[in-house]
Protein backbone atom coordinates (compact mmCIF):
# COMPACT_ATOMS: atom_id res chain seq x y z
CA UNK A 1 0.00 0.00 0.00
CA UNK A 2 1.31 3.31 -0.97
CA UNK A 3 0.38 6.67 0.95
CA UNK A 4 0.44 10.07 -1.23
CA UNK A 5 2.79 12.37 1.54
CA UNK A 6 3.74 15.91 0.33
CA UNK A 7 3.49 14.92 -2.89
CA UNK A 8 5.36 12.12 -3.09
CA UNK A 9 4.71 8.64 -2.22
CA UNK A 10 5.64 6.70 0.39
CA UNK A 11 5.78 2.99 1.33
CA UNK A 12 3.51 1.94 4.17
CA UNK A 13 5.57 0.60 7.51
CA UNK A 14 3.11 -2.76 8.19
CA UNK A 15 1.42 -4.74 5.81
CA UNK A 16 -1.41 -7.33 6.02
CA UNK A 17 -1.99 -10.54 4.95
CA UNK A 18 -3.88 -9.87 2.63
CA UNK A 19 -1.66 -6.88 1.28
CA UNK A 20 1.59 -9.22 0.99
CA UNK A 21 -0.58 -12.21 -0.78
CA UNK A 22 -1.40 -9.52 -3.38
CA UNK A 23 2.07 -7.72 -3.42
CA UNK A 24 3.62 -11.34 -3.90
CA UNK A 25 1.05 -12.71 -6.31
CA UNK A 26 0.02 -15.41 -4.21
CA UNK A 27 -3.19 -16.42 -2.65
CA UNK A 28 -4.51 -15.64 0.95
CA UNK A 29 -4.51 -19.34 2.00
CA UNK A 30 -0.58 -19.41 0.98
CA UNK A 31 0.02 -16.43 2.80
CA UNK A 32 -1.43 -16.82 5.82
CA UNK A 33 0.22 -20.40 5.65
CA UNK A 34 3.72 -18.99 4.99
CA UNK A 35 3.02 -16.80 7.87
CA UNK A 36 2.20 -19.82 10.07
CA UNK A 37 5.00 -21.63 8.92
CA UNK A 38 7.54 -18.70 9.94
CA UNK A 39 8.34 -17.79 5.78
CA UNK A 40 6.88 -14.97 5.90
CA UNK A 41 7.69 -13.08 9.41
CA UNK A 42 4.93 -11.85 11.09
CA UNK A 43 3.87 -10.32 14.72
CA UNK A 44 -0.19 -10.84 15.74
CA UNK A 45 -1.18 -7.97 17.43
CA UNK A 46 -4.89 -9.05 18.98
CA UNK A 47 -6.34 -10.80 16.13
CA UNK A 48 -4.71 -9.28 13.21
CA UNK A 49 -0.91 -10.47 11.73
CA UNK A 50 1.40 -7.27 10.64
CA UNK A 51 4.30 -7.81 8.23
CA UNK A 52 6.76 -4.92 8.40
Known amino acids: MELVKGGRRAESAT ?6 AGLLGISRGVA ?21
Open 15 to 20: YTVDEV
Open 32 to 52: YQSVHDGEIPAKRIGRRWVIS
